[in-house]
């Protein structure tokens, strides 16, 4: 069976900061990897995914992955957090065919 | 071009009851996945359709059922509703079945949050 752990169910960061979610993923085979974010009393958003080719992913609003086969990671970052960027966000892998989420990070941003 | 649209938005029932949502998906796509979410259990998996067919089928007991029409539009059904039904529920669109083994992006609509007394 697959699995996507998140670590941090909750994480805070300081207005300008580094902003790093961790997401680890079990796959037997070469999975796909998906980050969405939600915004309260919304549907999920892709921000970005790995399908093949390079491992440093770019994706909207300033975010990137990168996916580590070794590692198993897929873990977001952004340079400089945002107000804006206050959302639970969801990493996903796909495989077979289904996805398979994690259980989400709460982002907030201090000002 | 539009989003995925789901209806209602809001909606509260009591255990026994039966309920059916809907969800538009996307001009053109063909595939439509249902996941629950709720806080302790997060997005889970409820099915997908693809040209009016079941193609894949999570964890969930039988009172969890759907169907799909020709336009794509499908909808989801839930009978005799359980206090642990009470979830939001998402429905995702996308263009190939099966989510092309795992790499298709799904564009997922903002949900019905159902209530069950």
């Known amino acids: 069976a697959q699995s996507v752990t998140q670590l941090g169910s909750h994480v805070s960061v300081s207005e300008g900061a580094l902003v790093l979610l961790r997401c680890n993923y079990s796959s037997s085979v070469p999975p796909y990897l998906f980050w969405y974010v939600q915004y309260p009393n919304q549907g999920l958003q892709l921000l970005l995914k790995?399908?093949?080719?390079?491992?440093l992913v770019k994706g909207i609003n300033g975010f990137e992955a990168e996916f580590k086969k070794s590692e198993t990671s897929f873990h977001l970052t952004k340079p400089s957090a945002h107000m804006s960027d206050a959302a639970e966000y969801f990493c996903a892998v796909g495989t077979g065919n289904q996805f398979y989420f994690g259980t989400g990070t709460s982002l907030t941003v201090i000002p | 071009k539009a989003g995925v649209t789901q209806t209602p938005r809001y909606l509260i029932k009591t255990r026994g009851q039966q309920v059916t949502l809907s969800c538009s998906p996307i001009?053109?796509?063909?595939?439509v996945s249902w996941y629950q979410q709720t806080p302790g259990q997060g997005l889970q998996f409820l099915f997908e359709y693809f040209s009016e067919t079941q193609r894949n089928k999570g964890n969930f007991p039988g009172r969890f059922s759907g169907r799909q029409f020709s336009n794509s539009r499908s909808e989801m059904n839930v009978s005799t509703l359980e206090l642990g039904d009470s979830a939001l529920y998402l429905c995702a669109s996308s263009l190939r079945w099966g989510l092309a083994g795992g790499q298709e992006t799904q564009y997922f609509g903002p949900g019905t949050r159902l209530l069950v007394l």
């Open positions: 001009s053109g796509h063909r595939s």
């Open positions: 790995y399908t093949t080719g390079a491992t």
